[in-house]
């Protein structure tokens, strides 16, 4: 993990919600097609909605969150679905106690 690109990431308020979003989706988002949330994720369109911004934008910030390592992907037929890494974001946290 590359602490620069991750404060990058999180430097996005837009961002930095859609994060807090998936740490619990069932509270945030409706149900895509009975898709379990919590094991497989959210769909692009969830949050597109959610944040009342065009798909273009909303798949950019997931792509900035996915690489910086904070998100990980796994695609179902045409959808692409989006959830937490919690390994990676305790690693951040242990990262920060430690170095900061």
């Known amino acids: 993990m590359d602490p620069i690109e991750v404060f990058k990431a999180l430097s996005n308020e ?25 094991t497989i994720g959210v769909c692009v ?15 950019q910030y997931l792509s ?11 695609r179902i037929g045409k959808y692409t679905y989006y959830k937490r890494d919690e390994e990676k974001i305790r690693e951040l946290a242990a990262f920060l106690n430690q170095e900061l």
């Open 64 to 74: 900035i969150l996915q690489r910086a390592g904070l998100i990980r992907t796994e």
């Open 14 to 38: 837009s961002r930095l919600q859609i994060l807090q979003w998936l740490k619990e989706p069932e509270k945030h988002f409706v149900p895509h097609e009975g898709v379990d949330m919590t």
């Open 45 to 59: 369109s969830q949050v597109t909605e959610k944040l009342n911004m065009t798909q273009s934008t909303a798949s």
